[in-house]
């Protein structure tokens, strides 16, 4: 079966810092790859997605980059964090062979900058 | 841009009562998925609507798709509180480069024990 993994769980950055949160799904080849950021009691917005290695997406302009330098591994890192870079971070993949494939997210990063 | 509405944004229920969420978009859909996020947790996925008027039963919840595909609905009979968190529905978008959804601003259900 196929599943996601997402870490850090939680992670307290201060201001100016780099970032770097990993992706990585198992049990499946190609899929397409998310980035989500939720704020606090928000929606989903979509920052990054993929359909393949070194295919990204960018949906949103921002400090934020994403890489895909393996197929199951999707990273999201940015230079140098911002106080609104806080939020709860999502990666989520879905089947990349056929349309209109669910989405299955990992367990998502909460970032803090301080 | 394609946008994606939900109705209401907050929704406190007494336990047993009912619960509907509306989902309309400006656009014709394809398809639409629901899905629910718990209180912390990460959004997972309830079910997809594709064909017009569709209507699909899950349990206590029934999910409808409208008959011109701008809008769905889900509804819960006799809420438990275990039916508590958030509430989003999502359309699949194309544009040149792939396939990306986009997301409702979701409800978020709280149920009065």
């Known amino acids: 079966s196929q599943t996601i993994h997402q870490w850090p769980a939680t992670l307290v950055q201060p201001v100016g810092s780099p970032l770097s949160l990993e992706c990585t799904v198992e049990g499946t080849s190609n899929p397409n790859l998310y980035w989500y950021r939720q704020a606090a009691g928000r929606g989903l917005q979509l920052l990054f997605y993929s359909v393949g290695i070194g295919q990204i997406s960018s949906e949103v302009p921002q400090n934020l980059s994403a890489s895909r330098p393996q197929d199951r591994q999707f990273i999201l890192s940015s230079k140098k964090l911002l106080l609104s870079d806080s939020g709860f971070y999502l990666c989520?993949?879905?089947?990349?062979?056929?349309?209109?494939?669910?989405?299955?997210f990992g367990d998502g990063t909460r970032l803090s900058i301080l | 841009g394609q946008q994606v509405m939900q109705i209401p944004q907050y929704q406190h229920v007494q336990e047993g009562e009912d619960f509907t969420t509306y989902c309309n978009s400006s656009t014709t859909l394809s398809n639409i998925q629901w899905y629910k996020q718990r209180p912390g947790g990460h959004p997972v996925f309830l079910i997809q609507l594709v064909k017009s008027g569709e209507v699909k039963k899950q349990k206590r919840l029934t999910f409808q798709f409208g008959e011109a595909k701008k809008n769905s609905s889900l509804h819960i009979t006799a809420t438990q509180t275990t039916d508590v968190g958030t509430y989003f529905c999502?359309?699949?978008?194309?544009?040149?480069?792939?396939?990306?959804?986009?997301f409702g601003p979701g409800t978020r259900l709280s149920v009065l024990p």
């Open positions: 999502a359309v699949n978008r194309r544009d040149n480069y792939g396939q990306n959804f986009v």
């Open positions: 989520a993949w879905s089947d990349g062979r056929t349309a209109n494939q669910p989405q299955h």
